[in-house]
Structure formats: C-alpha cells, structure tokens
C-alpha cells in the first residue's frame, strides 16, 4: 500500500503537536499570569471615590496621624474608616464651602455615612487582623506603602496568598519596633539609621498581643540631645520617630500610647530603662531576630500553615 503520508507531511505532524503544545504553555502562563495582574488583584489602581480625599495632603501636609482617623488599628481586627464626623472637626472651619466637599456636607446633614469605595478587600475565607501584625512590629508601610505619598489610595502590594506568606515565612526583614509602626519612612536598621534596644523585663499584659517587654531608641540612649554622655539613666527621651504631628488643637490629639513621643513601646517612660541595657544594631536581620525572639514570634512553620489564616 502505498504511503497515505509521506515523510514531510509526517514533519509537519510533529510540528503542530509541537506548537499545540506552545499554545497550551502559553495560554497557561497568560491565565497565570492574568490571575496575578493587577487588573484581577487591583493592585494600583485609583477608584472613583465620592470624595477625592488625599492622605498626601491630610497626613504629610497637616501632619495628621493615621490613628487619628483609623482609630482601631491597634486594637481590633480592623483598622476602620473614619465616620463624617471626623472631618468635620475640621471642615466646619477648613473648604467650608468647597464644592469638592459637598458630599460630606450632605452625610452630615443626613446622617447618611460617605459612600467611600472599599480598596482592600481579601475573600472572606480568609482570616486577617490588624492590631496583632500592628502589635507585633509591622508597620503600616510593610503592607500599604507609602500612603503619605498617595494623592489617591491605591493597593500597594497584591494581597495574594504568596505574597502573605512571602512574610509570614521569614517576617525578619520586616520586624520594627512598635514605636516606628506609623513611621512611612522606615527602611529597617542599617549603619546608617541604627536602632537601640533594651529588654524591660516585664511581660504583656494579656490583654492584647502587644510587644511590652523591649524598648527601642532610634537616638543613641548614651548621649543626651546636647551630645553629653548620659551615663546612669536616660532622663530627657528624644522623640522616638521623626513624624510630623498635628500642629494644635485638641480634637487633633493622637488616641494612641504608641504615638506619644515620650513614651515607648509599652507606654512607659523611656527614662526607665538605663542606657547601659541598650544593645546596638546596625543592620536590620539582627534587628529582626532579636525581636523575633522579644515579641515571641511563633515558628515559620506555625505562621505558614493552612489554619493561620483559613480558619
Ligand atoms: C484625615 C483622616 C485620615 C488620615 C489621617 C488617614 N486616613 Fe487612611 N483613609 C481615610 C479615608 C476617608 C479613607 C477612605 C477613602 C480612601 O480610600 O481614600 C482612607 C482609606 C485608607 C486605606 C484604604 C482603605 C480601603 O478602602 O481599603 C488605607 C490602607 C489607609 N487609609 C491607610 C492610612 C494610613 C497608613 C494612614 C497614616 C499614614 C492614614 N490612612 C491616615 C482617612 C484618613
Ligand atoms: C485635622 C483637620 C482635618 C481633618 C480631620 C480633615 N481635613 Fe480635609 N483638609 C484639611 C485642611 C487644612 C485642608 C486644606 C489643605 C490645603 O489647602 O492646604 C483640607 C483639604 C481637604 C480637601 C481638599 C482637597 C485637598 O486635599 O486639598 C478635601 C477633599 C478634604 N480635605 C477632605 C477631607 C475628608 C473627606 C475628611 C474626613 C475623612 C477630612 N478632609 C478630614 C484639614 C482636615
Ligand atoms: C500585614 C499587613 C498589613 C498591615 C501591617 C496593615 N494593614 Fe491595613 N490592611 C491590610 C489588609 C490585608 C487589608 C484588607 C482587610 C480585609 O479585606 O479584610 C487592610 C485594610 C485596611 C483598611 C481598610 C479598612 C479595614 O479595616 O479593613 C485600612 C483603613 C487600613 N488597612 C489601614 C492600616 C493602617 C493605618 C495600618 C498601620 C497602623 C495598617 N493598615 C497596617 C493589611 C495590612
Ligand atoms: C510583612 C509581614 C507580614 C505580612 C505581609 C502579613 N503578615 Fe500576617 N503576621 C505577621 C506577623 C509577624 C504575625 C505575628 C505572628 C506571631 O505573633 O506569632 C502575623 C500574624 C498573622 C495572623 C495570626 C493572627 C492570630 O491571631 O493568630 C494571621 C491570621 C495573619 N497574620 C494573616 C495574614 C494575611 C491573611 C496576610 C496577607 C493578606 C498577612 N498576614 C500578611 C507578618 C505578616
Ligand atoms: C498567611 C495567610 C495564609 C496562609 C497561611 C494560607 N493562606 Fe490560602 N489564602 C490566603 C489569601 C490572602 C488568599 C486569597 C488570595 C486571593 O485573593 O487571590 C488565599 C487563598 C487560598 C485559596 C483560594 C485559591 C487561590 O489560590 O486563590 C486556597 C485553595 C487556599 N488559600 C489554600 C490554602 C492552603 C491549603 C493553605 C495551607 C497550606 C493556605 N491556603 C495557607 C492566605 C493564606
């Protein structure tokens, strides 16, 4: 019987398969790669607010602390949205009649809540919780970037499960002290930027996870701020992080213990502590490991598994 195909058509054969097999490769990695883009994870992108509300302007401008606003962040599962109430304690003074406020005037005279447009949103079978990441040394900026820096709120960061256990694995290269939780700017320890600090010796008090038991500096504890030594006792503490804060007025004062310039992680005074228990770092692995030790940081293992965060 004479051959029905011939060698070149056989060629050609193993050519489609082959590029059959190149379409599959490549519509996987386009649905991949689909499933991770920012389109599906939302990642950057500006919505449509009611109100065009800058942090830019309200936190880097005016100074404004984020607790200010998001007044549960260390305390709840959420860090919340501030109600109208809240900006009128300025904007019955500020833009009274500024037309881009118009929608808040409306809330408040209705008592209807600002329609403001979720960015941040995991699915509901994932379990997450601010005040322990906020109690146990990660900052805002870990997690949303440099909301300082945003005309317009956007999600940072994919929020996908890889990217959370990117941290949860070895969260070292992201541990802060707790006072530097709200500080945008924070780039961890280097020779640079060292931080100092000391064991307190007490133990949380159990009612939050809270870091009670270290102190940390980001000015040498051993020289007072006219540069002489401070040998015995630190008594004049140096404002823990170089954030700008409300400028005046009493509705404008921060709610938080963490915020204060005079106290420290565990809300006391930082003169407590002799400078001479304060240790050193200068780079930011050592920096983490000693408050992974300090904030008593369960095992990668612990931190990666299913029931972390599928409850
Ligand atoms: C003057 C009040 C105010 C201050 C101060 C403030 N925020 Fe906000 N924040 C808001 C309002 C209002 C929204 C909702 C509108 C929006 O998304 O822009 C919001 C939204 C957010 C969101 C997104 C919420 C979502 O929908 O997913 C994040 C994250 C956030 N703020 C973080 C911060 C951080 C971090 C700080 C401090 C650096 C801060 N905010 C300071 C008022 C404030
Ligand atoms: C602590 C006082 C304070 C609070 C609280 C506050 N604002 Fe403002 N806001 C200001 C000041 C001051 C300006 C004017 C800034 C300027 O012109 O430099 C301003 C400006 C604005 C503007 C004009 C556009 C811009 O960003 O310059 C909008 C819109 C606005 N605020 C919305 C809000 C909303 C919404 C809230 C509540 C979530 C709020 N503000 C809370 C003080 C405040
Ligand atoms: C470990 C990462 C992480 C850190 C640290 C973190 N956030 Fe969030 N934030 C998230 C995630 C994830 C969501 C979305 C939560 C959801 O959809 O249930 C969110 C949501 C929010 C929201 C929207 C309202 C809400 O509570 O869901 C605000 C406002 C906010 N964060 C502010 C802050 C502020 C202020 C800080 C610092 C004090 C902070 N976040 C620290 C990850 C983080
Ligand atoms: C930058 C680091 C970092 C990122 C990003 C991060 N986490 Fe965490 N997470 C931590 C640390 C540190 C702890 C505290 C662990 C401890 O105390 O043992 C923690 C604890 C938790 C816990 C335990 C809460 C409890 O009460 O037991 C949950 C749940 C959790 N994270 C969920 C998430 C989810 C969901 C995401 C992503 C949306 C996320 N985390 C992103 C660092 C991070
Ligand atoms: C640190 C928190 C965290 C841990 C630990 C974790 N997940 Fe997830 N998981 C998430 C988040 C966040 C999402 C949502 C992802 C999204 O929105 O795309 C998710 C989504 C999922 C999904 C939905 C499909 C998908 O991939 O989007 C499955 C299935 C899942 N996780 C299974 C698991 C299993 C099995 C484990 C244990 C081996 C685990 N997860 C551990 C945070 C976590």
Redesign the pocket.
């Known amino acids: 019987m004479a051959q029905v195909f011939d060698r070149s058509s056989n060629a050609l054969a193993r050519a489609s398969l082959v590029l059959t097999g190149l379409i599959v490769i490549a519509l996987g990695v386009t649905l991949d790669q689909l499933q991770r883009s920012p389109w599906v994870t939302r990642q950057g992108q500006r ?1 449509d ?1 009611p ?1 065009p ?1 800058s ?1 830019q302007h ?2 880097e401008g005016l100074g ?3 607790q ?3 007044t549960s962040v260390e305390v709840s599962s959420y ?1 919340g ?2 109600p109208t109430k ?2 009128i304690n300025c904007h019955s003074q500020i833009w009274t009649n500024a037309p881009l406020l118009e929608p808040v005037r409306q809330s408040w005279a209705t008592g209807a809540s ?1 329609p ?6 995991l699915p509901d079978y994932v379990y997450f919780n601010h005040s322990i990441h906020v109690n146990k040394g990660i900052g ?2 870990s997690c ?1 970037g440099r ?2 820096e945003m005309p ?2 956007y ?1 940072q960061n994919s929020l996908q499960m890889e990217w959370c256990l990117n941290c949860h694995r070895n969260p070292t290269g992201n541990i802060r002290p707790t006072s530097e939780i ?1 500080n ?1 700017a924070w780039e961890g320890a280097s020779s640079g930027h060292p931080v100092w600090c000391a064991p307190t010796g007490k133990a949380a008090d159990g009612k939050i996870p809270t870091a009670e038991n270290v102190v940390c500096t980001t000015t040498d504890p051993k020289v007072n701020s006219d540069g002489s030594a401070n040998v015995a006792m630190l008594q004049t503490p140096a404002p823990m992080a170089p954030l700008a804060r409300p400028q005046s007025g009493d509705h404008m004062e921060p709610t938080s213990k963490m915020d204060s310039g005079t106290t420290t992680t565990n809300g006391a005074p930082l003169g407590e502590t002799p400078a001479a228990n304060y240790k050193k770092f200068t780079n930011q692995a050592e920096l983490g490991r000693f408050l992974m030790a300090q904030y008593h940081i369960r095992t990668a293992n612990e931190l990666a598994s299913c029931e972390t965060c599928h409850r």
Do not use: G, K
């Open positions: 919505a607010q109100i509300f942090h309200h936190v404004i602390q984020c200010y606003c998001h860090a949205i501030p809240t900006c600002i403001w447009i979720r960015i941040h949103d805002c900026s949303h909301v300082d317009l709120m999600q709200y945008m």
